[in-house]
């Protein structure tokens, strides 16, 4: 079997993922709440995959409801190392038109109504977050995305919203202002937990329209979101088997350290650790608080 275990978030207009042999939805219990749906587990040349659709089947789950502390929790317990998050997301940028998937290397974290860390009072910890995904699978991504001849571009700043509403021109502008490349309500604080419980982290954003700061382009609506996502569903589904084909196959190995990034970030002293937090965090930290 594998080392690599491949997890897919899919968002809005990815729900199901073909081609996975013995494919089966499992339902994992969290002590974090309720993941966002079953999660479906199979493999794909011999890697194994690990899919969640981000919003539930159906798209019941708004983005500020997501339960995100389950849904790391429940990928962390199925065993997955390396999270590809496949999202729908605004651009910011006029070279980046609908249709452009974009292989975001950083975030900025606009939203509020959060709760953004595993850790909390009677466990203390701090990850570093310089670099919140991982160039590794950004380099698998962008193979992929060659491979299939998909308009792409390596990097850029992803502005997180909290929502559900769209931005109001002057947000647009402003986010604009600060060079950001797309915007979009889910990748934070997925990002932020995926480091926590030792995850490395990617995301690919399908570009689905131009918020509303274009002149030439209508403001975004879901409609506009919803045909462009169905423009591209087979290329995400392209990539998604790129990604399972490769992800065990690279010459080289990642070196960002994700895997071990516990080792250095607990700050309370052993006999100070609220043991209620410590057991919940089984799954997440059980590598470094055992023992
Ligand atoms: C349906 S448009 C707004 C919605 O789409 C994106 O979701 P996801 O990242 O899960 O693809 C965006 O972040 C909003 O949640
Ligand atoms: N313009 C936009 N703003 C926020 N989230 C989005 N998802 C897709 N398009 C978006």
Not at 245 to 269: F, H, K, V, Y
């Amino acid at each position: 079997m594998s080392k690599h275990v491949l997890g897919i978030i899919g968002g809005s207009g990815l729900y199901d993922i073909e081609g996975l042999t013995g494919a089966e939805w499992v339902t994992v219990e969290s002590p974090w709440g309720e993941p966002s749906d079953d999660l479906l587990v199979g493999e794909i040349s011999g890697t194994k995959v690990v899919f969640l659709p981000r919003h539930g089947r159906g798209h019941a789950v708004s983005p500020s409801d997501i339960n995100y502390h389950a849904n790391i929790d429940a990928l962390k317990r199925l065993g997955v190392t390396d999270i590809f998050s496949l999202s729908a997301c605004g651009s910011l940028k006029e070279e980046l038109p609908p249709g452009t998937f974009v292989i975001v290397d950083q975030f900025i974290d606009r939203t509020f109504a959060r709760k953004k860390s595993f850790f909390g009072k009677g466990l203390v910890a701090h990850v570093p977050l310089s670099h919140p995904v991982s160039s590794w699978l950004g380099d698998i991504a962008e193979d992929g995305l060659k491979a299939q001849k998909v308009p792409y571009a390596r990097g850029g700043s992803y502005l997180v919203m909290e929502g559900p509403q769209f931005s109001t021109l002057a947000e647009s502008e402003l986010y604009r202002s600060w060079g950001c490349s797309v915007i979009g309500m889910t990748n934070m604080p997925e990002a932020k937990l995926a480091r926590e419980a030792e995850i490395r982290y990617a995301t690919v954003a399908m570009v689905t329209d131009f918020d509303c700061w274009h002149p030439d382009h209508d403001s975004v609506d879901v409609q506009m979101v919803i045909k462009t996502l169905l423009d591209n569903a087979d290329k995400a589904k392209a990539l998604v088997k790129f990604l399972a084909d490769n992800i065990n196959n690279r010459d080289s190995e990642p070196n960002c350290g994700t895997d071990t990034i516990l080792d250095m970030a607990i700050m309370t002293a052993p006999e100070k650790r609220d043991p209620a937090l410590v057991a919940k965090m089984d799954a997440i930290a059980g590598r470094v608080l055992k023992g």
